[in-house]
């Protein structure tokens, strides 16, 4: 293809200009491979970890006009905002989810923020931490999440009495403060502030203290807690009304009591003759003989975390889901994995943001180089270009040449880009990259980064080189289609 040949001929010629133009696209290139492959291989390994390990395929929650995370505890500086509204009707969609064929587990979850205080044994509080408190079922979290947490010392909750598997960082704030160690068996006081709810304490035995096997900065102040407990600090309904149990001498008292006296208006007016045959019990009765005001509620949740079967796709789950609750009149939202790992999902693609925006700028630049550069070496060659007009050379002639050669010097420099590019990370996924501080362990989504080549980044990388060939010949283009033969006659 004489086009080719033309094109091939000029990039020789002109060395000089053609290493500069290639040295940028080339080194351009490069670093977009690196970061983005470095970015993406961040990304699929925090998503890997936090759908096995923490936020599952996706969550379900109640209905919310912000950003809904698992760490709601602390994504807001407003005490208001600290905890999301519990889910409508948790029976009926844990009845769907336990029916729904691509449904592989699910783990209903409350979370909150809560204050903490050692009780010494002369149940005088000393020392003060915080923690998340996440609110679970026992035996629901350990089947969706069977190897995510490490117990260092005692064991998980037993589902049986107030308890709390304390965060190995929240129990080293809580031993720096009172000087000894915390054991298992120890009394904590859990101090949940709602503005909603008020302020509410309970006191919780450790039954171990854990860390996640993969964790982060944000992770470590996550506390595991018996749900009731997390349900009282946190203000939402534990669905636990019965009625009340009377002693012998109390219903003895109450026993004779008829209700229309109870409630009659006069009560405190005058006295009340209480004949000993009247049965207490119809006062909770109504008139089908069923208890009033004693009915058994849903416990609250604010979250159930669902997985998913492998292949299942998730697109169709919730399609089933929403035409569910809008049949039986539930109002229900999904998250997925990335609200609910909260701010370190967010920093991780904010800073491929920043980082696609700084590759953005870079190859403006390199256009607006290359543009001039190309300019120059069109000027320089207004002879060959005029003659060329001269013995017959169409405006398409010249055009397809321009934009040949800068094809060309875009490919050879952009490929050499893409494989120095690979041969990197493929050192770096040899090597690993060590996360120095608790920064870095957050980004990384670990302690160890072993990058891995995107075909993402690749694609990327190939569209960039196509682009800046086509859009840095456009003015290039137009400088040459404006040089006439007569010119070619003046230059020699």
Sequence with gaps: MILHKIAMRNVRQHKSKTILIGSIIGLGIFFLIVGNSLLDTIQKGMEKMYIENYTGDLFLHAPSDKTVSLFGAIMSMDVDEMSTEPIEDTAKLISFLEDHKDVESYSPQISGFSMLSFVDENDEQAGQGVTIAWGVDPQQYRSVFTGNIDIHDGSFLSGEKPEIVLSKTAAATLEEEIGRTIKPGDKLLLTGMMTSAGTKIREVSVAGIFSFHESNMQLDMVSLLDPETARAITGISSGKISPAVLTESEQDMLGSLAEEDLFSSDLFSSPVLIEEETDFSSLFQDDAGRETGMQEETPGWHFIIVKLKDGAGEAVFLKDLYNFAAEEGIEVSSSGWRNGAGMVAEMSFGIQTVFNIIILIIAVVAVIIIMNTLVISITERTPEIGTIR???????????????????????????????????????????????????????GGETL?????????????????????ISSLYPVRVALKIQPVQAMRRK
Excluded: Y
Aim: charged share 5%; hydrophobic share 60%; net charge positive.
């Design 450 to 470: 072993r990058p891995v080549i995107s075909l993402q980044a690749l694609i990327t990388a190939f569209a960039v080189v196509a682009g800046i060939g086509i």
């Design 390 to 444: 001269a013995i017959g050379g169409q405006r398409g002639f010249v055009r397809g040449m321009i934009v040949w050669e800068t094809l060309i010097i875009s490919g050879i420099f952009g490929l050499a880009g893409i494989v120095l590019g690979t041969i990197v990370l493929g050192i770096l996924n040899g090597v690993g990259i060590e996360a120095s501080n608790m920064f870095l362990q957050v980004i990384f």
